[in-house]
């Protein structure tokens, strides 16, 4: 058995340039991104490859962000580094549109079933700021309605959390953050994930709402029975006058080729990318029926909306990005063999906590999984209790420490790059992991 202090000794002791490097910085730059645990300092990469990091230090790490699931075919995959090359050659940057994007824009259209056409941004939360303002501008009304639990990016639209105190049913928001301005709180509305009265909300809120967007898969709380809320989620808002969208940003190319609406078999009006389709490199996309995108035409168009960006649809992302989905389109089988491999690992772990009664509980939709700790059910992020905080953070500690790397978001995931190899040794040092933990009574 390995203690967590002797777990977080073994790790400063590896890793001296990545706690100089911490050191260097912190007077000048603050981090954006999650670190990958708590502990005295983070780890700094250096490289990829295939299935693996490597820190500062030379230690290497199964990776299971993979750029925060981006990395669908894992890092450097040799087709995508060869577009990138083949496109700097020619120059990466011109702003005005360039030869490089018809390409992804058709790979993209045939592959989602609601993108009859496609705009193309940098990020996700790009791409999911643009679609509210198209929902807005297209209906004529100012509401947005979001699901507890969910995440759709950084702009001011999407920081809300919810307010733990409100009732399960009709959930309050609560700011995530200073600096949201109250004069956008009555643009936003709360609605219970995977709970019928949200359809009651729904049709109570009609007049008032220009779209219901979900995520096709919670990325906090990936649940495998979400098709059956989203295709009723599809049928009220048809029915209600309310457009329906769909956050694809990490489920577009990564639980199906056609992403969550291929997954569940449920068509949205408008959808969001990001991720994946951008081969590694930063990108969004807007896509959606004919009727609704008109009015990203120009200012002129009915009820048309501004947007544009000096980095949107640049050549370098476009041939990557149409690498990673040419690859993932002539390689179907990437598909069945990762989602077989989520079901093994989560199958693995779930089983080891039954059988060892570990209050600990891993949620998989595919590749995409997500570790819980605790043994309640869980339907909503209404259920995530703390009650194993420091169990969690030692879980993940002792996992770095024996080479698998987890974001600090614990939402994780694997690439095509994860063979069986690579899924077993998961399963080794998680199941190891977990029993250190217990070990040490860290459990409630």
């Known amino acids: 058995m390995t203690t967590t202090a002797e777990a977080r000794q073994q790790l400063k002791d590896k890793t001296p340039l990545s706690q100089e490097i911490a050191e260097d910085r912190s007077e000048i730059l603050n981090s954006g991104l999650a670190a990958n ?9 250096h490289r990829g490859e295939g299935a693996y990091v490597f820190d500062a230090d030379g230690n290497s790490y199964i990776d299971t962000s993979v750029g925060f699931g981006l990395h669908m075919l894992g890092h450097r995959h040799p ?23 018809l390409k992804l824009a058709t790979l993209l259209h045939e592959a989602s079933p609601c993108a009859e056409r496609v705009v193309f941004c940098n990020t996700g939360s790009e791409a999911t700021m643009y679609a509210f303002r198209a929902a807005r501008g297209f209906s004529g009304k100012d509401k947005i309605a979001l699901f507890d639990g969910f995440y759709h990016g950084a702009h001011d639209y999407g920081m809300w959390i919810t307010d733990p105190t409100s009732p399960r049913d009709e959930p309050r928001k609560l700011p995530m953050g200073h600096g949201i301005p109250r004069a956008i709180e009555d643009t936003v509305m709360l609605l ?10 729904i049709r109570k809120h009609a007049g008032e709402l220009a779209m219901v967007f979900v995520e096709g898969v ?7 029975g979400a098709g059956e809320f989203l295709s009723e989620l599809r049928e009220v808002c048809r029915d209600s006058g309310v457009l329906f969208g769909i956050d694809e940003v ?6 199906a080729y056609g992403g969550a609406q291929d997954y569940f078999d449920v068509k949205p009006d408008l959808a969001t990318y990001g991720k ?19 009015v990203f035409t120009g200012l002129a168009a009915r009820n048309g909306v501004f947007s544009g960006g000096t980095f949107s649809g640049n050549p370098l992302t476009m041939e990557a990005g149409s690498a990673a989905v040419e690859h993932l389109k ?4 990437i598909y069945t063999r990762l989602n077989a491999s989520g079901d093994r690992l989560a199958s693995a772990i779930n089983g080891y906590c039954e059988e060892r009664q570990i209050p600990a509980q891993m949620k998989n939709v595919g590749s995409m999984f ?3 700790f605790q043994r309640d059910q869980l339907d909503s992020m209404r259920d995530v209790t703390n009650e194993n905080v420091n169990a969690e953070k030692a879980f993940y500690l002792h996992a770095l420490n024996r080479g698998v790397l987890v974001p600090g978001t614990q939402r994780a995931f694997l690439s095509a790059a994860h063979g069986d190899a690579e899924v077993d040794t998961l399963i080794h040092v998680f199941q190891e992991s977990l029993g250190d933990v217990q070990a040490e009574g860290l459990f409630s």
């Open 370 to 372: 997500h570790m819980f």
């Open 218 to 224: 919670q990325s906090s709380n990936p649940q495998p």
């Open 250 to 255: 990490i489920t577009g190319f990564r639980v």
């Open 192 to 201: 219970p994930y995977r709970n019928p009265s949200a359809f009651d909300l």
């Open 37 to 45: 645990l708590e502990m005295p300092h983070p780890i700094f990469i």
């Open 79 to 101: 087709e995508i580094e060869k577009a990138i090359k083949d496109r700097a050659e020619l120059g990466w940057m011109f702003g005005i549109h360039t030869t490089a994007q």
């Open 330 to 333: 002539a390689h179907p089988e």
């Open 276 to 294: 994946v389709l951008g081969g590694g490199l930063p990108v969004g996309a807007i896509t959606g029926s004919a009727e609704v995108m008109e």
